[in-house]
Every structure is written in C-alpha cells, then in structure tokens.
C-alpha cells in the first residue's frame, strides 16, 4: 500500500523535500545541444563549465505519478540562452504539466511533423505539453527560471531524436528580446 505524504517544494530555490532523484547538467554537459561549439569549449575553459540546469524529482515506489522541479540558471552560450535538452516521450501517448513559480523563459514545442509552438513561461503560468510533442525549456531571463512538472511514471524521457537532430528552431538574443530562428546546425 502506498502511504501518502507532504512534499515541500520551494518555489523560488526549485528544492524538493523529501527528494529521491537528482541530476545537474553543465555547459559541457551540453555541447551538442548549444549551435555555437566554440563558445561552449571557451566558457568551459574560462569559466570553469557552469550549471546549466538542475532536476530535483520525487517519485514514490508503486505510484503511477512522477514531479519535481527544475532549475535553469541565467545564462547564455553565444548568442544562445541556457536551456534543457528537450525531450519527446517514450510513451507517445503521454502528455505533461509545467507550473512556473519563478523566473522568466520560452517553452520551445516541436511536433513530430515539425509544428512548432511557443509558450511564455512566467510565475503562475501553467503549460500543458500534448502527447507526442518535444519540449525544451529556455531561460530568458536574468534570474534562476524554477518550474514544477508532473507527469507518469511510464511516459519516459527520449532524448535521442533531439540530441541526433536538433530542434527545428533556436531561441537566441535578439534586438529587442528573445527571437525564435530556424536551427541550421
């Protein structure tokens, strides 16, 4: 039987309590997600290879929800903001939830038939993720974004598609904010 239990989520740090997975990814981390290659290897070696994101998760044996939190830092790689890997589903069928409670970013969606969508990520904003889509969270602000998820246990990450291919679409600095150009890498 699966006892229930408070989680405390701290929405300004992302921090979960109890916690049972954790994972950070830092710019090296990253290197085949970021366009501009030779702005990864200099910040690497000036700056010592910075965080990029952090995952904290809880997930309960026997349960078929799984959430947490997630916190990227401000930042830029070239002309490109810090952002996660993004990702599709493994179940195809499966959806999830983002609830942003800090911090400022783009959810970048991609449809397997190359639709792509954008949502605004602010505190408050919740964003549903439709089954069967690829999504990338991107930090356009100048302070840490935190955002709680939520999805099934079964729905899995698939990081392949993203990783070979690439989104269709980049989010970088623009004249007057972020701008959304087409991915030529």
Known sequence: ?????NVLIDAVT?????KTERYVKRVSD??????????????????GNPLVYQVRAYRKEGCDLWFGTTTIEPGRVGSEYFMTRGHFHKRRDMGE????????GLLLLQSRDGQ???LEMRPGVCS???PDWAHRSINVGDEPLV????????AGNDYADIVQKGMLKRVVVGNSG????????
């Open 14 to 18: 992302g921090s979960v309590a109890p």
């Open 128 to 130: 549903s993720i439709p």
């Open 30 to 47: 990253l290197r085949q997600v970021f366009a501009d290659r030779e702005a990864v290897e200099r910040m690497v070696a000036e700056k």
């Open 97 to 104: 939830v983002y609830y942003t409670q800090a911090g400022n």
């Open 178 to 185: 972020p701008q959304l150009i087409v991915n030529r890498s």
């Open 147 to 154: 955002f709680f998820w939520i999805c099934n246990v079964e």
């Open 1 to 5: 039987m699966i006892i229930p239990e």
């Open 116 to 118: 792509i969508e954008t």
